[in-house]
């Protein structure tokens, strides 16, 4: 038997995101809707949603839907997202001074 299919599930919404095909701050297909296009149970996208937002590219709120965040893969995905823009300054780190000894 192979991957769970709520994995898989989790996996394409991954792979969508990382494409592109949705921006940050969208929102996802509601479980309804998910568990219709693939037919499959409801609880199956459910888990995949819920993985999804372990690894924290979505951010899930009740009466709303499941929010994208970021669209690049996350560690739990196998993938360590890269530093945010302002983290990647070419700025020098600031200076730091040694306490003098006693």
Wanted: proline share 16%; aromatic share 2%.
């Amino acid at each position: 038997m192979g991957e769970p299919r709520y994995a898989v599930i989790a996996s394409d919404l991954m792979s969508r995101l990382a494409g592109g095909e949705r921006a940050v701050g969208s929102l996802l297909p509601a479980e309804p809707e998910l568990a219709s296009s693939c037919k499959v149970p409801r609880e199956t996208p459910r888990r995949a949603l819920r993985q999804l937002e372990t690894g924290g590219p979505v951010s899930r709120h009740p009466g709303t839907g499941t929010r994208v965040e970021r669209t690049r893969p996350v560690a739990a995905f196998g993938y360590v997202p890269s530093a945010p823009p302002a983290a990647r300054s070419s700025a020098p780190p600031p200076a730091t001074s040694a306490a003098p000894g006693p």
